[in-house]
Nanobody, 123 residues
Framework: QVQLVESGGRLVQAGGSLRLSCAAS????????MAWFRQAPGKEREFVAA????????YYANSVKGRFTISRDNAKNTVYLQMNSLTPEDTAVYYC????????????????WGQGTQVTVSS
């Protein structure tokens, strides 16, 4: 059974940085796509960033491109989301997601989800 556990969310001032972690267990993830999504109050869950575990190719939403970086640590089976130059518009619950096979940008294509971690950016 795949388990994803996020951590690292907290209150931060605008312009600051955070690094979210997603500890993955229960599978060998070499054939998986890993993604971060976020959901703000009253809004739909939206794609933030994704990567293929096999070759570390990465993809980003336009709204975070150049500010956020997704990466992985094979030894720790952990995916990270480094977030820089944060703005209040980045305030949301951030979710880690995984699926075996191809990478997609839509939430309903992902089978496995973490519990989410709250990121709040104050102005």
């Amino acid at each position: 059974q795949v388990q994803l556990v996020e951590s690292g969310g907290r209150l931060v001032q605008a312009g600051g940085s955070l690094r979210l972690s997603c500890a993955a267990s229960g599978r060998t993830f070499s054939s998986y796509a890993m993604a971060w999504f976020r959901q703000a109050p009253g809004k739909e869950r939206e794609f933030v960033a994704a990567m293929r575990w096999s070759d570390s190719s990465t993809y980003y939403a336009n709204s975070v491109k150049g500010r956020f970086t997704i990466s992985r640590d094979n030894a720790k089976n952990t995916v990270y989301l480094q977030m820089n130059s944060l703005t209040p518009e980045d305030t949301a619950v951030y979710y880690c997601a995984a699926r075996r096979g191809s990478l997609y940008y839509t939430a309903n294509e992902y089978n496995y989800w973490g519990q989410g971690t709250q990121v709040t950016v104050s102005s």
